[in-house]
């Protein structure tokens, strides 16, 4: 399903602009550059289908993907958080947006927390969790970018995550531990996110 249309909808600053809760939705979240585009690409099997970006912080709205010829589902990149300097206004902005979207989207059938395998859960990771958590919105930890250390400091990563997944109820008990370089991971949370699309 995945290999058949990939489609840029809509980028909305504001959730006026989102589209209809027309198709079952995944939702991508995490710390600036975590690499939810990038997942998001190998996912879809796309080389920029998302836009990826050296620069923080670059993807400031929610932005709309569909798939299927006819449409069977959307995903759904989200602004990025946590990101240095930014100023309080933007990040009230940020917030508003993501917890209004969070609470009043019925077609969404999951979310995924990316984690940077390099960094583990920070607070902002654990501020988004929470604010899933009470929006009683399922979601997926996933480690991104699991080429990038050892395998020895990604396990230890790993276990650290898992034993705090277990203290948000709406987090799933699976770790995904991913790569979108070395597409590490992937097949199998596609599979996952298809399942979760299904349900
Ligand atoms: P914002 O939209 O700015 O919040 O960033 P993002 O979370 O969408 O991250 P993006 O996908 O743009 O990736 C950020 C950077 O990390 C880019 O330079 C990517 O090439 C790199 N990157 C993403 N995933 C991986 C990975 O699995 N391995 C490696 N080595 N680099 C990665
Ligand atoms: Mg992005």
Redesign the pocket.
């Known amino acids: 399903l995945f290999s058949g249309r990939v489609e840029f909808l809509l980028s909305a600053p504001q959730l006026k602009f989102i589209p209809g809760a027309d198709f079952p939705e995944v939702a991508f979240c995490?710390r600036?550059?975590?690499?939810?585009?990038?997942?998001l690409n190998a996912l879809t099997g796309r080389k920029a289908i998302a836009r990826?970006?050296?620069?923080?912080?670059?993807?400031q709205e929610l932005n709309f993907f569909e798939v299927g010829e006819p449409t069977q589902f959307r995903l759904v990149d989200m602004p990025?958080y946590g990101f240095a300097k930014a100023p309080v206004k933007v990040v009230e902005k940020w917030r508003s947006l993501v917890r209004t979207f969070l609470r009043g989207r019925v077609v969404l059938k999951r979310t995924l927390v990316?984690i940077d395998a390099r960094h583990g859960i920070k607070p902002v990771d654990e501020e988004m969790m929470k604010m899933l958590d009470e929006a009683a919105v399922g979601y997926r930890l996933v480690l991104?970018?699991a080429?990038?250390i050892k395998a020895s400091e990604l396990e230890a990563t790993a276990d650290k995550v898992r034993a705090e997944a277990r203290k948000h109820p709406a987090a799933h008990p699976h770790l995904h531990i991913?790569?979108?370089?070395?597409g590490m991971g992937i097949a199998e949370l596609r599979a996952a996110v298809l399942a979760d699309l299904r349900t």
């Open positions: 995490g600036s550059n975590v690499g939810k585009s990038s997942l990826t970006s050296v620069t923080p912080g670059r993807t990025g990316l991104t970018k080429d990038k991913t790569s979108s370089e070395k």
